[in-house]
């Protein structure tokens, strides 16, 4: 029996076709037939258990067989805002990560002291997808382009919001015992800051505008091992058992 393989088809109810890199995905590397099943995934959470109708070379033609809402795996809106490395590779490593761990929407931010102040987002798009895929997640994270810092804490969503840091001088509170005071359904935004940290005039700003002072334990982090733990810890509080 062959194993159900999952496809991100955003348009999943209105175009019966596999997007072209899926399709070659399907027929190509995977050998989709007519009369094999598949789950398709719109991002939006529904799944839909899908049939080949037509494969060829180009093209993966489907119909549906079933579709299946699914529940949210945590609880609340989780977003993720860092400061990009200099080496993408080291970003495209956490995004793979924290996608498959769950989180919502991810910016990248452009600090005083970033190493980065240009991201692509087309390639980083492709590894949320194949991590989507990879977990089963039924909705697809949100990547936003770069923005500056100080537009980001003036316009953050309402709930709960952090900012990770290591200066010693304000005081910090621990983000996993912050994220148990929680209530299951609050939304929590989390800021992570480059290489060199968020500024102090940068912390205090953003402490200004209503977020808490964290830190993620007595270890010092590389900016993508931060990202990663901080949505590790704010999932431990709000995934579903």
């Not at 019966?16 to 050998?31: K, M």
């Not at 400061?83 to 989180?103: C, S």
């Not at 089963?136 to 309402?158: C, G, N, Q, S, Y």
């Amino acid at each position: 029996m062959k194993e159900t393989r999952y496809f991100y088809v955003p348009d999943v109810t209105q175009t019966h076709e596999l997007p072209e890199e899926e399709a070659s995905h399907a027929v190509r590397v995977l050998r989709l037939t007519g009369g094999d099943e598949m789950m398709l995934m719109d991002g939006q959470g529904i799944f839909y258990r899908a049939v080949v109708t037509v494969a060829s070379n180009h093209h993966c033609r489907y119909d549906i067989l079933e579709t299946l809402p699914q529940e949210r795996p945590w609880q609340g809106h989780i977003h993720l805002a860092i400061a990009p490395t200099k080496l993408m590779d080291r970003m495209e490593w956490m995004i793979e990560k924290v996608v498959e761990i769950g989180v919502d929407e991810i910016t990248f931010l452009d600090c005083q002291f970033s190493e980065r102040h240009v991201v692509k987002t087309q390639r980083l798009d492709k590894i949320v997808v194949s991590a989507m895929k990879q977990s089963r997640k039924a909705w697809k994270t949100i990547l936003h382009e770069m923005t500056p810092m100080t537009d980001f804490i003036a316009t953050a969503r309402v709930g709960a919001k952090y900012i990770a840091h290591c200066y010693e001088e304000v005081e910090r509170l621990f983000l996993f015992d912050q994220m148990r005071t929680l209530e299951p359904m609050e939304d929590v935004t989390i800021m992570i800051g480059p290489e060199g940290d968020f500024s102090i005039d940068e912390v205090r700003n953003a402490v200004a505008r209503g977020f808490h002072s964290v830190h993620l334990g007595t270890s010092r982090l590389r900016t993508e091992t931060a990202g990663l733990s901080a949505v590790m810890m704010t999932q431990l509080s709000k995934v579903r058992i």
